[in-house]
């Protein structure tokens, strides 16, 4: 559990170094030094005015404001660059094959969905907190390099779930490509080629939960049917047996086990 979350603080730490492209661009940088005297200082980013307290002006660093909107912006990294899409999908399908309703709750799957999205990613935050990270708070790199290094193992594993299709199409909406390498590949384009390839990947493996589901209510109303039992629901009689053949084959460690072995490693 201690190394569960060791895993989600550091992938939180990635995840934010990973979504301040904007930030990137105003790393501290010292100015060229001339040959004889030693370098200047590197100049502090201004502050900005965000309100005023009577007549006085309140002001913010400007690191700290840059800092505030990367944060706002992690639940979208945590949604939209991780395992978290493909795994909360299937989950939530799982659920509605079943037939159970809100049973388990929204807050039981968010909270499975974390966790396992937290060990798939794992070795991902793991190379992401030694390549850039580690370096950056022991100040042997600067934000934009380290931002950089922080995000090539993201990138790797994105890349590795992407579906070729995916990406050249929107590489052509962006009027972007062919690319020579994947460092070559902008992140909106990746962005958005992993998201739609995850959503078609999650629904695939929804489709093969769905079959077995599927079966046991056709029987179900085929037998009710030839009872003349019309006016009972199929639906009501076959979640038990549902429910039974899924707990009967340990239906829970197959789907979290198969969806943690669905992802391709980077």
């Given amino acids: 559990m201690s190394r569960l979350l060791r895993s989600l603080r550091l992938g939180l730490l990635a995840l934010l170094l990973a979504a301040l492209p904007v930030a990137s661009a105003f790393a501290q940088a010292a ?102 990270i580690a370096p950056y708070l022991d100040d042997e790199l600067d934000f934009r390099s380290a931002a950089a290094a922080a ?38 384009v990746l962005a958005a080629s992993f998201l739609t390839s995850e959503l078609k990947t999650a629904f695939e493996i929804a489709f093969l939960i769905y079959i077995p589901f599927v079966i046991i209510d056709l029987v179900v109303a085929s037998v009710l049917m030839s009872m003349g039992m019309m006016m009972l629901s199929p639906m009501l009689v076959s979640a038990p047996f549902k429910i039974l053949l899924f707990v009967l084959v340990d239906g829970w460690v197959l789907v979290v086990g198969s969806l943690a072995a669905s992802f391709n490693p980077a």
């Fill in 31 to 132: 100015p060229a030094a001339p040959a004889a005297p030693p370098a200047a200082p590197a100049k502090p980013l201004p502050s900005v005015t965000v309100g005023k307290i009577g007549d006085e002006p309140v002001s913010l660093p400007m690191q700290v404001l840059l800092l505030m909107t990367g944060i706002t912006l992690l639940p979208a990294a945590l949604l939209g660059l991780t395992a978290f899409t493909r795994i909360i999908i299937v989950l939530g399908l799982l659920r509605q094959a079943l037939g159970t309703g809100q049973t388990p709750s929204n807050q039981v799957l968010l909270a499975l969905a974390l966790f396992l999205t937290a060990m798939v990613m794992m070795p991902v935050f793991d190379q992401a907190w030694a390549a850039g």
């Fill in 151 to 188: 995000a090539q193992p993201l990138r790797g594993f994105m890349l590795a779930q992407i579906r070729e299709t995916d990406l050249m199409t929107f590489a052509g909406l962006s009027n972007s490509g062919p690319y020579a390498s994947a460092n070559d590949v902008p992140f909106s």
